[in-house]
């Protein structure tokens, strides 16, 4: 992947920084934009909104983001964002906040007791069981279809 940092000077399109290159053999190029941003200092916690457009041979993509320090983007700050998101066309009521954190009330997906059939055990049962994975892939790697 390439990445350049960019300069007003060279950059027309007013982007941050432009990213191409190649993910599971698929080209993209990309623009991605500071649209704003609070340092933290007065009364408005910290943040960035950042956006970006991208292109592939199978379309066109953007979409938006918010960095804040906190797991939860301060009430403090909403107005600015809010403001800084209306300036490029976009609402922030229409933003969904991520949920990034680990839970600790459940199993995790992964865990054997979680039931969930994500757990290595799972996957074992699957690919080699009787009917499993690899009997669609490798018919006979049970020597069944040997001759006598």
């Not at 953007?62 to 300036?87: H, M, N």
């Not at 969904?96 to 997906?109: E, K, M």
């Not at 055990?121 to 490798?138: A, H, K, R, S």
């Amino acid at each position: 992947m390439v990445v350049d940092s960019v300069t007003k000077q060279d950059n027309p399109s007013g982007r941050t920084m432009h990213t191409a290159g190649k993910m599971y053999g698929l080209a993209f190029d990309e623009n991605w934009y500071i649209l704003g941003e609070s340092d933290g200092k007065g009364d408005i916690p910290e943040f960035k909104v950042v956006a970006y457009k991208g292109h592939t041979l199978q379309g066109n993509y953007e979409g938006s983001f918010i960095y804040a320090k906190e797991s939860k983007l301060p009430s403090a700050a909403v107005p600015a964002v809010t403001e800084i998101l209306a300036k490029s066309g976009l609402k922030f009521d229409e933003f969904t906040r991520i949920d990034n954190t680990c839970p600790t009330d459940r199993l995790a997906l992964n865990d054997e007791q979680a039931g969930t059939g994500t757990s290595t055990t799972d996957w074992i049962d699957l690919v080699v069981g009787e009917g499993g994975v690899i009997d669609w892939v490798v018919p006979g790697w049970r020597g069944e279809y040997k001759s006598k």
